[in-house]
């Protein structure tokens, strides 16, 4: 994550959003509910050491939680009272700064929530995107988050931004047949 400290340090207006991880991906045994096996076992301590590099350069971190509508989910907010929809204790919302919390029930984050408006009246032009899972979540939010031009279009003066998907800090499930 060396590589990542001079990208922020050259972006102007920057964001990170984080398709949360939440303790519902860590149910034990993970391999009757999301997958085989998961990749990236760094990916909590990376994400942490993202989070905490936001937080020491008072840059916006913008939390994104899915609540599950399936009654059998761990991330189903009525599944054992909620256990598996809190944020891992290493990147949950800070209480004392402005993070704000978008609840999703799809694999994008912008489907129901508000999540577009506040990256654009915020003025983000560069998006970090971390978190679970790879193949679903991150991967749709990156994509639609790029079709919507979230972060500016090509076409405005002074081009787009960016949107970057932060690899050491995403994890995916293997899935089975």
Known sequence: ??????IIRVSQRRASCEPGIQPG??????????????????CEGNLARLVALFRARDLPILHVAHHSLEPG?????AYEDGAGVAFISEAAPHPARDEPVFQKNVNSSFI???LEDVIRARGVRTLF???????RCV????????????????REP????????????????????
Do not use: C, K, Y
Not at 25 to 42: D, E, I, K, Y
Not at 129 to 135: I, N, P
Not at 139 to 153: D, E, F, K, P, Y
């Open 1 to 6: 994550m060396g590589e990542l400290i001079d």
């Open 25 to 42: 991906f860590q149910v034990l045994p993970v391999t009757t509910h999301w997958g085989l096996t998961r990749s990236n076992a760094a």
């Open 73 to 77: 989910s761990p991330l189903n907010p």
């Open 112 to 114: 129901g929530t508000t």
């Open 129 to 135: 995107v971390a978190g679970l899972e790879t193949d």
């Open 139 to 154: 991967s749709t939010t990156v994509r639609m988050g790029a079709n919507l031009g979230v972060v500016g279009a090509r």
């Open 158 to 177: 002074g081009g787009g931004g960016t949107i970057w998907l932060v690899q050491d800090a995403v994890a995916n499930f293997e899935r089975g047949r």
